[in-house]
């Protein structure tokens, strides 16, 4: 921006200063809200429907979502949080919550301990510092200037995340976790095939900490992951991942934009071209706010 005097930015996320994270939490919560209505069979009152009756009747177990700013994660999370009970126990009434970041090539550590930027897991390895005018984790340096990320997913590549969900991670409320590229990639692929469901990038990364908690659980217990976004979008970058070459003029990584710009000013170089989830149920929301509870085969 050039002139903050009569320039107001707004981002598309929960992020930003009072009240837009509110504001985008409470657009975003048609979500959280028809999900848990269709858990409950709640076929009437202001969220219910009367087509909400195939759910299974209870809460879930868990509730899942990706998390890069955090306005799908919250729109889902917030339906929930009040569904506490001091022992965490689910038989009473606890449902726990985790948002998963994009844990990037390796994850914000490699494999010998060393840590790496390679990553846009914020509040697994971000420090408080304040950014598009909220104090939240930020992916920073020691003075202060905001760190180059990495994702495969574009909607998870960001230094930052919503207020709420520093506030939430703080609290202890939500755990917050994260997947790799390459663990995306894999349950991308195990939901395309096992459900028929083309997910994005950004919710595969959920669907793969789904598939790691589902081997802790027993068959008859439940969770909800909001399936943010559909994947057609990102085959491209799918392919280009897993070696498959496509002939295309598409820009599809950070580095080969940065080339193509500097050829464009006259710089040198140009751009370049499973394991089964142990649910009973397995409740997909989708950004429309419609949520979808089927049979998951066992």
Known sequence: ?????TTHYIIGSAVGPHPFPDIVRDLQSV??????????????????HPTFNNGPGRLPDVVVACVGGGSN???MF????????????????????IGVEAGGQHGPWLPDGTETDK??????????????????????????????????????????VGPQHAQLKVS????????????????????SRAEGILPALEPSHA???????????????????????????????????RGV????????????????????????GGSGVSTPVKLVYLALAFACGAALATKFPR
């Open 172 to 191: 202890g409320r939500v755990d917050y976790k994260y997947a790799t590229d390459s663990q995306a990639l894999d349950a991308q692929r195990a939901v």
């Open 78 to 97: 917030n339906a929930f949080l009040g569904d506490t009970h001091p022992s965490k126990d689910v038989a009473k009434g606890h449902v726990r919550i």
């Open 245 to 268: 070459t496509i002939d295309t003029d598409v820009i599809l990584t950070k580095d080969e934009g940065y080339k193509s710009m500097d050829s464009t000013n006259g710089g040198g």
């Open 119 to 160: 990553h846009a897991a914020t509040l697994t390895n971000g420090v408080i510092g304040v950014l598009h005018g909220s104090r939240t984790f930020l992916l920073q340096t020691s003075d202060g200037q905001i760190k180059e990320t990495h994702s495969i997913s574009a909607g998870l590549d960001y230094p930052g």
């Open 73 to 75: 994660a919250i729109g």
């Open 207 to 241: 669907m793969h900490q789904v598939m790691e908690i589902a081997t802790t659980m027993r068959s008859d217990q439940i969770v909800l992951v909001n399936l943010c976004g559909r994947g057609d979008k990102d085959m491209l970058h799918v392919a280009k991942a």
């Open 31 to 48: 979500i959280g809200n028809e999900a848990r209505a269709q858990m409950l069979n709640q076929t009437s009152g202001e969220m219910g």
């Open 1 to 5: 921006m050039t002139n903050i005097r």
